[in-house]
């Protein structure tokens, strides 16, 4: 049985796992799934995520696993998106973390806001886009020192933490303020040959 | 260097990552950070931890380590807490990512705001509470079929998931309406050796 992937391409947590899939050439078919349309919601979804959230994968086995971040784990075991060394891969996982945390609540909800819920720049509460900045300036940090976030080589880091990063100016973030984020999110793109 | 942990009793996060050097039988020195006294803004905090959170750990080799999850999934390589199985490792990581975005934002904060900032019930955002819930019954669900929440073991994902749950009550979640997960709190209090 092929890898599924249940996910809705408006969504980077969805998209973290396709490009996981297409970098380490494991197969999959993609199973659109309309967040906006409810489709998570249906009994049939439901028996395979009782959580109802997207992006889940139904594996070769037949089981089904949940959360972006798990998934993509799952899939690269063993391969070089997850670095040998304890703490470099430690620190990896210090940045996932932190990207549910501290980033997706701000940068990825503000840009449903704005880009997919057509809400003004008015309508978004201050304090996300605060803690959104916060977010961008933490990245703005580390990509000042290394390439890529876990070090010297691309990782699942930069996987989870690209995914709304290049599009946070969808909602209302201007990353000409942050140079070193922008030259990271172009070569992330290249690495994980990202098209559109 | 023993492995010295920042931490704030108060804070589940914090917890975890005592408890699971207390499993382990990883000696640490446990150094007390107030959030309430900003002792996480001190210029000699951020230079341990730019994001300025709690727990951060640093290593024995003098090296620091963020996110409570990160840091109990770095304590615990190789040891029984991780389950050896590709499958329920990664089911695992799901718990615990699962935590940080669906669980803790909703029992953690209603408990901040209700226990530690004393607030009244009719000041929590119903929201809060709705989403909590919902939490609650997912742990439930799981509970009523496995005694752990990656399988038959003790894994990281309990220790995770307990920080914040077995103290819900304080934050207004009466968990008599969840007698699996009441069970389970009891069964990993025991198997990790809490005492307050």
């Known amino acids: 049985m092929t890898l599924l992937i249940y996910g809705d391409r408006v969504s ?8 996981t899939a297409e970098k380490l050439g494991v197969p999959y078919r993609w199973v659109q799934t309309d967040v906006r349309q409810a489709a ?12 109802g959230q997207v992006p889940t ?3 070769e086995d ?7 971040n798990a998934i993509i784990l799952h899939l690269a075991e063993g391969s070089a998106l997850i670095p040998a060394d304890p703490y470099e891969r430690a620190r990896m996982l210090e940045w996932m973390f932190w990207e ?5 609540p701000y940068i990825a909800v503000a840009r449903f806001h704005r880009h997919l819920m057509a809400k003004s720049a008015s309508e978004i509460e201050p304090r ?8 961008l300036a933490r990245l703005e940090r580390q990509l000042e020192q290394t ?6 080589a691309l990782s699942l880091a930069d996987v989870a933490l690209v995914a709304y990063t290049r599009v946070a100016h969808e909602g209302g973030f201007d990353l000409a303020q942050y140079p070193a984020v922008k030259a990271w ?3 992330v793109e290249a690495e994980l040959a990202i098209a559109d």
Chains 1, 2 share one sequence.
Request: aromatic share 8%; with cysteine.
């Open 40 to 51: 998570t919601r249906t009994p049939e979804f439901l028996a395979i995520n009782p959580a």
């Open 100 to 104: 549910q945390y501290s980033h997706e």
């Open 185 to 187: 999110v172009a070569r």
């Open 147 to 152: 390439p890529f976030l876990a070090g010297e």
């Open 12 to 19: 980077g947590n969805c998209l973290k796992v396709k490009w």
């Open 128 to 135: 996300l886009m605060e803690r959104g900045h916060a977010a």
């Open 62 to 68: 037949g089981r089904p696993l949940a959360q972006s």
């Open 57 to 59: 994968v139904v594996l």
